[in-house]
């Protein structure tokens, strides 16, 4: 079975580059920008096509990894060409497999397939694979398929409903992207304390590291720490007293929610005051966000 790729960005280097270097064999890829198809070859030790029906034509399972907003435009011209037999797979998180609109009338079986990574770069995210967890959704034979193949190369792929799509996407973001821009708040803030960027980062490491770490061993309740897990109102005081209006809403949003954690692990500990503290605090940030609005 030979896998083709329609679009070499860094989802399609990655995977293909992956399979490759596992023994699996590549048709190679094909994309819009030429040249972008040549570098993946080369990468990949595949072929580049010239045209989408000459990669379809060459590849028993088709992997779409271009851009959310162009796999329906791309499966459309893909479904007149004749593709019964084949596999056809997206890597869209967001978008279950149902996409590929009439594709039971054209003898392929189609599936959804996400690998929970950050593919941050085009040449080196590849070597994450093997650590990867992937989920997928679609059509029994295409999800079997996809299912044994991974599994043989040691991943763990698990079967969601293409109903769950968005919110398990929304889940993945949070958890990799949205993480990111906690990190550069706090990071920023150490800035206006005088650290530069790279001091700041090689100050906080371990607390980050140990963090998640103990996240990943214990769980987010008995890995809270600090003084909102000791309901240290003097200290959340001075934190919000020193924030500008963008970071309190942030940290009254994420302190809201680090207080629901913290009545969990301690359910003895009296939080009311702490409660009141945090929603004064959300009150005065929508008060002046309506009031610089209206002047």
């Known amino acids: ?3 083709g790729f329609i679009g070499a960005g860094r989802v399609g280097c990655s995977i293909g580059k992956y399979l490759s270097e596992s023994g699996i064999p590549l048709a190679g890829y094909y994309d819009a920008v030429p040249e972008a198809a040549c570098d993946a070859a080369a990468f990949t030790a595949s072929k580049s096509f010239a ?18 907003s162009m796999i329906e435009r791309t499966w459309e011209e893909i ?11 997206h890597c869209s998180g967001a978008l279950p497999s149902d996409a590929f609109t009439g594709i039971q009338n054209t003898g392929a079986a189609g599936c959804s397939f996400h690998p929970m990574l950050p593919f ?26 996809l299912s044994a193949l991974f599994t043989k190369l040691g991943n763990t792929v698990c079967r969601i409903e293409g109903a769950y799509k968005p919110t398990y996407h929304a889940a993945a973001s949070i958890l990799s992207n949205q993480v990111i821009a906690v990190l550069d708040t706090g ?21 980050v ?6 996240v990943l061993a214990h769980d987010c309740v008995q890995a809270l720490t600090g003084p909102i897990d000791r309901c240290d109102l003097t200290t959340v005081q001075k934190h919000l007293d020193c924030l500008h209006e963008e970071d309190l809403r942030m940290y009254q949003v994420l302190g809201s929610k680090l207080l ?15 409660h009141k503290l945090l929603q004064h605090a959300a009150a005065n ?3 002046q966000s309506t009031g610089a609005s209206q002047t």
């Open 1 to 3: 079975m030979k896998t």
């Open 51 to 68: 045209s989408l029906e000459a990669l379809v034509q060459e590849s028993s399972l088709v992997f779409l990894t271009t851009p959310d």
């Open 79 to 89: 479904r007149p060409l004749p593709i019964a037999g084949k596999l056809v797979c």
């Open 120 to 145: 941050h770069d085009r040449y080196a995210s590849y070597s994450q694979l093997k650590h990867a967890f992937f989920t997928i959704e679609g059509d029994d034979k295409a999800v079997q398929a």
């Open 187 to 207: 990071y920023r803030l150490l800035e206006e304390c005088g650290f530069s960027r790279e001091a700041a980062i090689d100050a906080t490491k371990e607390l």
């Open 209 to 214: 590291r140990q963090n998640i770490e103990n």
């Open 260 to 274: 629901k954690l913290a009545e969990k692990k301690n359910p003895g500990q009296d939080y009311a005051a702490l």
């Open 285 to 287: 940030t929508e008060y």
